[in-house]
């Protein structure tokens, strides 16, 4: 039983690089959503998705995008990569909308130089 | 918007010490849901509990416990008798709007 699956858990960028951060869930929930969390900071919303085709953003959207083919995967898309990016990113899954409860994918601890 | 507030930033017992973690929201919605959620070193997020509005009930599941008072805003959380493994950081989001709204967390260390 995986539940959410990130990958990969850490990962350097230099400034200007784009990457995909990639987020699955085996358990057909509707509702995805990255979060991104800084110290002190708790988590922030990043993009959010309320099933296959349909995406929106969050809190703190600027510079990543998102899309949602398929209801089992969510990857997270950084443009152009800038240090204030540096984070831990969360993938999250729930059955319906985020008033039930929430499945975390492990985190990807992403560091831009 | 919701909002919580976990005053508390850090706090330090000793085990088989009592802890309560303070949680404030803020609300304009008549149906709201909350939650806690436990991170511990390794990073994940764990599930704790989810409270709906309408059920304040006190809620007891081993050695922790929840305390949901709609009069104060406040949904606290007890872990009786801690152990070193409950060291981690709890958070108390609050749904609303699609999203958890998260406050900055309690880290809490347990002292053997």
């Known amino acids: 039983n995986a539940g959410v699956t990130q990958t990969p858990k850490f990962q350097v960028l230099k400034t200007g690089q784009s990457m995909t951060l990639q987020c699955a869930q085996d358990?057909?929930?509707?509702?995805m959503s990255w979060y991104r969390q800084d110290p002190g900071m708790g988590l922030r919303l990043i993009h959010y998705?309320?099933?296959?085709?349909?995406?929106d953003q969050g809190e703190v959207p600027n510079g990543y995008n998102v899309s949602r083919s398929t209801t089992e995967d969510f990857p997270l898309r950084l443009l152009s990569a800038a240090p204030s990016q540096t984070s831990v990113y969360f993938c999250?899954?729930?059955?319906?909308?985020?008033?039930?409860?929430?499945?975390f994918g492990q985190g990807t601890r992403l560091t831009v130089v | 918007a919701q909002k919580v507030t976990q005053a508390q930033t850090e706090i330090s017992v000793v085990e088989k010490e009592d802890v309560t973690l303070d949680c404030v929201y803020e609300t304009r919605d008549t149906t709201y849901y909350l939650f806690w959620y436990k991170q511990p070193p390794s990073g994940e997020l764990v599930f704790l509990i989810r409270?709906?509005?309408?059920?304040?009930q006190n809620e007891i599941s081993g050695r922790y416990s929840w305390n949901f008072q709609k009069s104060t805003s406040s949904f606290n959380f007890t872990i009786t008798a801690s152990q070193v493994v409950d060291s981690a950081v709890y958070f108390c989001p609050t749904y609303g709007n699609n999203r958890l709204a998260f406050g900055k967390g309690n880290q809490v260390v347990v002292i053997p």
């Open positions: 358990m057909n929930h509707e509702y």
């Open positions: 998705s309320v099933g296959a085709g349909i995406t």
């Open positions: 999250a899954s729930s059955v319906t909308r985020m008033n039930t409860e929430a499945f």
């Open positions: 409270r709906n509005s309408f059920d304040e």
